[in-house]
């Protein structure tokens, strides 16, 4: 069985400051990597996602995530958050090959300070 | 057609009464599932439907019962439900097959009096 930790429940942050959201896992197999953030009161979308290849993962909205097989992390980080990136970020595993069941960790709520 | 449409948006119920949330989806996807999310709290797996059939259910218990119509279309029917069963309820698909990036509807927002 896998598992996500993450282990920030709140990482409050002034606008334009850099931030990290940290991830790790757990699991003896091969995994898939992914972040979602949810925005309040809505469902969740994927921001981005690590399956295999590039250990560097990045989305259109300027986040970006590595994959580290030997510190098992998948830290999200961005150099210049903006008010709008408020919301609640959670880190997801699954197994690779196939359909897998989904882990998902406990959420990280980023609070961008103006 | 990249997503995944959830109704009603807002459902209030009384504990007597059978209700019925619908998810659809139009991307070919073959898994659809079915997630509870309490407040501050990540979702939580209730069920995944694999090419049309019922192939995880985490130990739900049956006054939620799911249905797969059709490939597209998936619906969770109520019943006798308790107050602590008030969440959101999430519906994802994914492809199903390579890998397991799940696509979320915008959620049903539940309440039961």
């Known amino acids: 069985a896998q598992s996500v930790t993450q282990l920030d429940s709140q990482v409050p942050v002034f606008e334009e400051a850099p931030v990290e959201l940290r991830c790790n896992y757990s699991?003896?197999?091969?995994?898939?990597l992914f972040w979602y953030v949810q925005y309040p009161n809505q469902g969740l979308q994927l921001l981005l996602k690590?399956?295999?290849?590039?250990?560097l993962v990045k989305s259109i909205n300027g986040f970006e995530a590595e994959f580290n097989k030997s510190q098992t992390s998948f830290h999200l980080r961005k150099p210049s958050v903006h008010i709008s990136d408020t919301a609640e970020y959670f880190c997801?595993?699954?197994?690779?090959?196939?359909?897998?069941?989904?882990?998902f960790g406990t959420g990280t709520k980023l609070q961008v300070i103006p | 057609d990249t997503e995944v449409t959830q109704t009603p948006k807002h459902l209030v119920m009384g504990m007597t009464n059978k209700k019925s949330l619908k998810c659809e989806q139009h991307?070919?996807?073959?898994?659809m599932y079915w997630y509870k999310q309490k407040a501050k709290k990540p979702p939580e797996l209730m069920f995944v439907?694999?090419?049309?059939?019922?192939?995880i259910n985490e130990s739900v218990p049956s006054r939620f019962s799911p249905e797969c119509p059709n490939s597209s279309l998936l619906n969770l029917h109520l019943h006798a439900l308790q107050p602590e069963d008030s969440a959101l309820y999430l519906c994802?698909?994914?492809?199903?097959?390579?890998?397991?990036?799940?696509?979320f509807g915008p959620g049903t927002r539940l309440t039961v009096l």
């Open positions: 997801a595993v699954s197994r690779s090959g196939g359909y897998q069941k989904v882990t």
């Open positions: 690590y399956l295999s290849g590039s250990t």
């Open positions: 439907y694999s090419y049309e059939k019922l192939s």
């Open positions: 994802a698909s994914s492809q199903g097959t390579i890998n397991n990036e799940q696509f």
């Open positions: 991307m070919g996807h073959r898994a």
């Open positions: 699991s003896s197999v091969s995994v898939y």
